[in-house]
Nanobody
Framework: VQLQASGGGLVQAGGSLRLSCAAS????????GGWFRQAPGKEREFVAA??????YYADSVKGRFTISRDNAKNTVALQMDSLKPEDTAVYYC?????????????????WGQGTLVTVSS
């Protein structure tokens, strides 16, 4: 499985962006999808993930971001609304086998290349 992230860009605070992660490979359905982000000088942090029991979000994005999956298209999307300057980061999509912790980067075997999101104040 390979992942390709897209949709990043420059947006003003309060605006919206939609990130998309396209997966290649017929076994993607066996993986849970997730999004992480890394701001300059900071560690990579969990943003959102899809699990068998539903979506989970970091507290910092809860109520503003929505993760979704389209199995027919092999994509995982992240709808980001009410963006804040502190959301500025490189966003990565990733895939992990179901059953592993959804919030830990170490649980994810496959990573996309990252897409830059910049939110201006």
């Amino acid at each position: 499985v390979q992942l390709q992230a897209s949709g990043g860009g420059l947006v003003q605070a309060g605006g919206s962006l939609r990130l998309s992660c396209a997966a290649s490979g017929r076994t993607f359905s066996r993986y849970g999808g997730g999004w992480f982000r890394q701001a300059p000088g900071k560690e990579r942090e969990f943003v959102a993930a899809i699990t068998w029991s539903g979506p989970y979000y970091a507290d910092s994005v809860k109520g503003r971001f929505t993760i979704s999956r389209d199995n027919a298209k092999n994509t995982v999307a992240l709808q980001m609304d009410s963006l804040k300057p502190e959301d500025t980061a490189v966003y990565y999509c990733a895939a992990r086998p179901y059953g592993r912790s959804y919030y830990s980067p170490a649980a994810y075997d496959i990573w996309g290349q990252g897409t830059l999101v910049t939110v201006s104040s």
